[in-house]
T-cell receptor, first 112, second 116 residues
Framework: QKEVEQDPGPLSVPEGAIVSLNCTYS??????FMWYRQYSRKGPELLMY????GNKEDGRFTAQVDKSSKYISLFIRDSQPSDSATYLCAMSGAGSQGNLIFGKGTKLSVKP | SAVISQKPSRDICQRGTSLTIQCQVD?????MFWYRQQPGQSLTLIATANQGSEATYESGFVIDKFPISRPNLTFSTLTVSNMSPEDSSIYLCSVEDLAENTGELFFGEGSRLTVL
């Protein structure tokens, strides 16, 4: 079993739809949870960061962490064509110092 | 946030050759990290480059294959040695967001290598 599992998609939705992206993980030591967005031929950019369990909202984006289920989610409301990208979940434990464990990424396409 | 520049952005290489990737950061950082993103695979940490000491390699990666230099606090290089088609990948340089101190990483644009 890989440490982090993420459905690679691709996922295609119409503009305005609510998108749900998910990752599961096996290492209970993970405390820091991140979502990165990666446009084609670009490096990943940090989208959302959450420490431990709970929700975090930033505009149209909401990140959720459920440590009891080892499950994290990213919701995108009112999706836009500009949201078309690959979304990577990443996580780490205390003192990991740059060693983030990534999912494989979900490729999202938002159709106008 | 940090601005990270990588060169080359892409290259096509012949089997058996070596290529050096450069990474320049716009601020001084203690640690720089090199990741690999193979097609259809997760980003994976290759090694951590510390200024003034040997790089620290993750399991499955060795110095002979991926020698790293770190001559100062803003620059690092990663060499992919004796390349084979399996080394075709995107190689990414990254640094931590020290202002937040949460382990978040900034990434460069990546260097896309194709080995024939």
């Amino acid at each position: 079993q890989k440490e982090v599992e993420q459905d690679p998609g691709p996922l295609s939705v119409p503009e305005g739809a609510i998108v749900s992206l998910n990752c599961t993980y096996s290492n209970s030591a993970f405390q820091y949870f991140m979502w990165y967005r990666q446009y084609s031929r670009k490096g990943p950019e940090l989208l959302m960061y959450t420490y431990s369990s709970g929700n975090k909202e930033d505009g149209r984006f909401t990140a959720q962490v459920d440590k009891s289920s080892k499950y994290i989610s990213l919701f995108i409301r009112d999706s836009q064509p500009s949201d078309s990208a690959t979304y990577l979940c990443a996580m780490s434990g205390a003192g990991s110092q740059g060693n983030l464990i990534f999912g494989k990424g979900t490729k999202l396409s938002v159709k106008p | 946030s940090a601005v990270i520049s990588q060169k080359p952005s892409r290259d096509i290489c012949q089997r058996g050759t070596s290529l050096t990737i450069q990474c320049q950061v716009d601020s001084q950082v203690t640690m720089m990290f090199w990741y690999r993103q193979q097609p259809g695979q997760s980003l994976t940490l290759i090694a951590t480059a510390n200024q003034g000491s040997e790089a620290t390699y993750e399991s499955g990666f060795v110095i002979d294959k991926f020698p790293i230099s770190r001559p100062n606090l803003t620059f690092s290089t990663l060499t992919v040695s004796n390349m084979s088609p399996e080394d075709s990948s995107i190689y990414l340089c990254s640094v931590e967001d020290l202002a937040e101190n949460t382990g978040e990483l900034f990434f460069g644009e990546g260097s896309r290598l194709t080995v024939l």
